[in-house]
């Protein structure tokens, strides 16, 4: 039987502004019932993802900080395809098998906030903040902000200064091993894993489960930090803002949603199962 995998992006995609998804209760029901694995893979912290995994009522692996992390519920049957080898170093945590792809945001804090000290760049990120400003500057309420900045891999800036700056300190950074990705409002700064590092390494563990199953894989995102994930797929479900699309895609299917975050999600996502399976 065909497996369907398919791997989200969260905020303007899955979720709307207000962080509900509501207006994708239709496809997130018609996804469960038909037995497709639904893979969540954001720029938002495990402790985030976990939330919403447990509101969604998942048991599939969650993709945290961009690609840097990837966990395993130890409840799922995928975690015994996570085996630690010379190329993944997968960990034991309470819940999950874990399989860090980035660097650590010590790293990352320390040569930001350097280069920041030492050339006056004007930026500020998540841990320039306290709880209660991250929950002003995101809308996030206090226990979500508390979530936001359990970080690992990865450290969100706002950026005040010029693009001449900007391209001085995006190459300081980049020197150093550090990479530079402009998501919906942030600029995330990060090691080189990405999201479609997360997705293929998500779909590997998925393919050794189901050897022998065809495997039609689908992404669906709507920001830049989405791209490299949606080319990976074998079909790419792109999302709009309110003012258009911010991306091009090039893959193998490219489906453009006729509406912003979940209303889009949801429609696109039953048109593409109802054809798929017909």
């Known amino acids: 039987m065909k ?3 398919i791997v989200t992006d969260l905020d303007a995609s899955l979720i709307d502004k207000n962080y509900q998804f509501t207006e994708a209760l239709e496809a997130l029901e018609k996804i469960k019932n038909l037995g497709f694995f639904l893979v969540l893979n954001s ?3 495990l402790a985030e993802l976990e939330s919403i995994a447990k509101e969604l009522k998942l048991n599939t692996p969650l993709i945290a900080e961009n690609g840097g992390i990837v966990a395993v519920p130890h409840g799922s049957q995928l975690s015994a395809f996570c085996k630690p080898s010379k190329q993944q170093a997968w960990e034991h945590r309470t819940d999950y098998k874990t399989l860090t792809t980035g660097l650590s945001r010590e790293y990352i804090l320390e040569q930001a906030h350097t280069a920041r000290a030492r050339h006056g760049y004007a930026f500020e990120g998540f841990n320039d903040w306290s ?7 995101t809308g996030l ?3 979500d902000a508390l979530m936001a900045v359990q970080r690992h891999v990865s450290e969100p800036i706002l950026w005040h200064d010029s693009e001449t700056q900007w391209e001085k300190f995006s190459t300081q950074l980049e020197a150093k091993g550090i990479r530079t990705l402009r ?3 942030f600029i995330h700064l990060m090691g080189r894993a990405d999201k479609a590092d997360g997705f293929m390494i998500t779909r590997e563990l998925y393919k050794a489960q189901f050897p022998i199953s065809p495997w039609t894989t689908v992404a669906v ?6 791209q490299s994930m949606l080319e990976s797929a074998d079909i790419a479900i792109v999302i709009p803002h ?12 490219v ?3 006729k509406h912003p975050s979940s209303r889009g999600w949801n429609d696109a996502l039953i048109t593409l199962i109802h054809k798929l399976n017909h």
């Open 3 to 5: 497996k369907l995998l």
């Open 43 to 45: 720029s938002k912290t």
């Open 131 to 137: 709880v209660s400003e991250l929950s002003e500057k």
């Open 141 to 143: 309420n206090h226990t």
């Open 183 to 185: 998501g919906g409002k």
């Open 221 to 226: 995102g709507d920001s830049a930090n989405d």
């Open 242 to 253: 309110s003012d258009g699309f911010k991306i091009e895609v090039k893959a193998p299917q």
């Open 255 to 257: 489906i453009h949603a």
